[in-house]
């Protein structure tokens, strides 16, 4: 079972008529993991390595949430951090080469909706 940002995602993403979030997970040498999260035709991925491939989808999903759920107002861009979320996506499929975990949100539907959103505008 995913996070709450994972399903704030989902729900986000299915309110827009965009397609569910697709997770791609990655391990280092050390044995943590780190995670790429396309929506909308565009990446997101995590800051830091984390102790499993769960943790680090939610942390995707939560930076992918952070920027999509403002997306009209900052384009589906943000950087932070010295990284850039939001960077249109590869269609090459031509990633670094590291053990990964592929999944997407499957077809798990949430009861529970976020229906917070914001519509403050910069003049």
Known sequence: MGGFYMQYLESLCRRRG???????CYTDMTGFYTCHVLVNGREYQTD??????????ENA???AFMVCRNFSVN??????NGIVQGLPANDGGARRKKSRHASSSGGR???HHSSSSSTASLE
């Open 18 to 24: 965009w397609r569910d979030p697709m997770y791609e």
């Open 75 to 80: 384009g589906g861009m943000l950087a932070r």
């Open 61 to 63: 999903a939560m930076r």
């Open 109 to 111: 539907r949430s009861g």
């Open 48 to 57: 830091c390595a984390y102790e499993s491939d769960v943790l680090a989808q």
